[in-house]
């Protein structure tokens, strides 16, 4: 953090606190914040003449900022029309996306195809509003794959089959084969990923890859994770089928992403190998329902059937108590679709419960993003828990989230927003 301040104390007292973890609230504490760190958290009262500012929560719940695993703040468009736009045009409106985030009170996320670094690094010395952002910067895939958005069979006529103009900003990129999967890897851990995307299999939005497509042979894959953990950090993959996880399990990637369409083994490896799983069941649900306009029948077909299948697997997870799992909303286009980022918290509610919900959305992805180690770009306090040592990213919600998740994500009730000790939202 580069941002030149003073020490600045801060006091919230008389709240109750869920610290990301525990299942029961913490009865009655005062959080003590010295600049951007919560130093203490405490039953004991605090003399409050030395502090800057004194918040009296009045018996509402404190809790860690929320987080979202899997978003993609720079596609803010259908691939189409981001390739009729200016990088400027782009990058404007990403910052909007970025700010809408915050303002949800997500305070930290993990983008998985988008060059964000540059939005990552002016949030965090100011000179842009928006949560933390982990990038992964391009998302790779092989030709023919998930992002070869390249998409348009009849350049190839003409000899000239290049990069679309989306693919040249630096969201997606192409590589095939053990050196240029090793290359692209450390291209986008020089542009600053703190994680590496890759696509491992076939895709529900996209038009030239069929669903049960396996994308990058065993050695491609391992290619990609022998470069990243080289770096100290992990692989995450875009992948549905119960084939490609298998594949993905065995080259040592650990965060699924969609991980849609599982059978009783892959659940045990994924059990066992400690794997995190990121599903989106609220816009499953919506692409399932047919609420989403997609180009045409095909797409609502793959799309249906990945829908239906999450809500299947999500049987699995509870089954094989995989406990490795995170909120990931894949919002992908307008402020409108990003408008509905809370949403999926609730969804997972009503898949689960209120605890597994919170827990997703706070704790989980904290853990997930340790597997950065180094590359962690946040490693002055903990994210994703309030305690002692973490960061000042916590939300003050009129309501017991562990009775009921819709308090935590209505406006109404969502009284203060607060990252890294700086208030974005306060009405007491
Ligand atoms: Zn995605």
């Given amino acids: 953090m580069n941002i030149i301040k003073g020490t600045i104390m801060i006091l919230i007292k008389n709240a109750n606190l869920f610290n990301g973890t525990d299942e029961k609230l913490i009865q009655n504490v005062n959080v003590v914040i010295e600049d951007n760190i919560v130093i203490k958290i405490t039953k004991d009262a605090v003399d409050e003449s030395t502090f800057d500012k004194v918040i009296d929560?009045?018996?509402?719940?404190?809790?860690?900022?929320?987080?979202?695993?899997?978003?993609?703040?720079t596609l803010s468009e259908a691939p189409h029309i981001l390739d009729t736009m200016t990088t400027e045009e782009i990058a404007i409106r990403s910052a909007k996306v970025a700010e809408g985030m915050l303002m949800r009170g997500f305070t930290s996320v993990r983008d998985v195809?988008?060059?964000?670094?540059?939005?990552?690094?002016?949030?965090?010395?100011?000179?842009a509003t928006g949560p933390r952002i982990f990038p992964s910067q391009a998302a790779i895939s092989q030709t023919s794959g998930h992002s070869d958005y390249r998409q348009n069979r009849g350049q190839k006529r003409f000899n000239n089959h290049e990069d679309s103009p989306l693919m040249k900003t630096?969201?997606?990129?192409?590589?095939?084969?053990?050196?240029?999967?090793?290359?692209?890897v450390r291209e986008q851990l020089f542009m600053g990923a703190s994680q590496i995307k890759i696509m491992a299999g076939g895709g529900a939005?996209?038009?030239?890859?069929?669903?049960?497509?396996?994308?990058?042979?065993?050695?491609?894959?391992?290619?990609?994770?022998e470069a990243a953990s080289d770096y100290g950090t992990y692989v995450a993959a875009h992948i549905h089928t119960t084939e490609a996880m298998?594949?993905?399990?065995?080259?040592?990637?650990?965060?699924?992403?969609?991980?849609?369409?599982?059978?009783?083994?892959?659940?045990?490896?994924?059990?066992?190998?400690?794997?995190?799983?990121?599903?989106?069941?609220?816009?499953?649900?919506?692409?399932?329902?047919?609420?989403?306009?997609?180009?045409?029948?095909?797409?609502?077909?793959?799309?249906e059937r990945v829908g239906k299948a999450m809500l299947r697997s999500a049987e699995l997870i509870k089954k094989y108590e995989i406990e490795n799992?995170?909120?990931?909303?894949?919002?992908?286009?307008?402020l409108n679709v990003h408008a509905t980022q809370s949403s999926e918290l609730e969804a997972i509610e009503k898949v689960f419960n209120s605890l597994t919900a919170l827990k997703m959305v706070t704790s989980n992805c904290g853990r997930l993003f340790e597997l950065s180690t180094y590359q962690h770009p946040y490693q002055e306090g903990k994210i994703g828990q309030l305690v002692e040592g973490a960061y000042a990213d916590l939300l003050i919600i009129d309501g017991n989230p562990l009775e009921g998740v819709a308090c935590v994500v209505n406006p109404e009730t969502q009284k203060v927003i607060m990252k890294d000790g700086v208030f974005y939202k306060n009405v007491f």
């Avoid at 929560?57 to 703040?73: C, E, K, Q, R, S």
């Avoid at 630096?170 to 692209?184: H, Y």
């Avoid at 069929?210 to 065993?218: E, N, V």
């Fill in 246 to 303: 298998k594949r993905a399990a065995e080259a040592g990637i650990m965060s699924f992403e969609h991980a849609t369409i599982m059978d009783e083994d892959i659940a045990q490896t994924i059990k066992d190998k400690g794997i995190f799983v990121i599903p989106s069941y609220f816009t499953s649900s919506l692409i399932a329902e047919r609420k989403i306009p997609l180009g045409s029948e095909v797409l609502y077909q793959k799309t």
């Fill in 325 to 334: 799992i995170c909120y990931g909303t894949d919002c992908v286009g307008s």
């Fill in 205 to 225: 939005s996209s038009i030239f890859d069929p669903l049960d497509t396996l994308q990058y042979t065993l050695d491609e894959l391992k290619a990609a994770v």
């Fill in 57 to 73: 929560a009045n018996g509402h719940t404190v809790m860690p900022g929320l987080i979202d695993a899997h978003v993609h703040i």
């Fill in 113 to 127: 195809a988008g060059n964000t670094t540059g939005l990552k690094v002016s949030i965090d010395n100011g000179y």
């Fill in 170 to 184: 630096g969201a997606f990129t192409i590589a095939d084969g053990r050196a240029e999967v090793l290359k692209a």
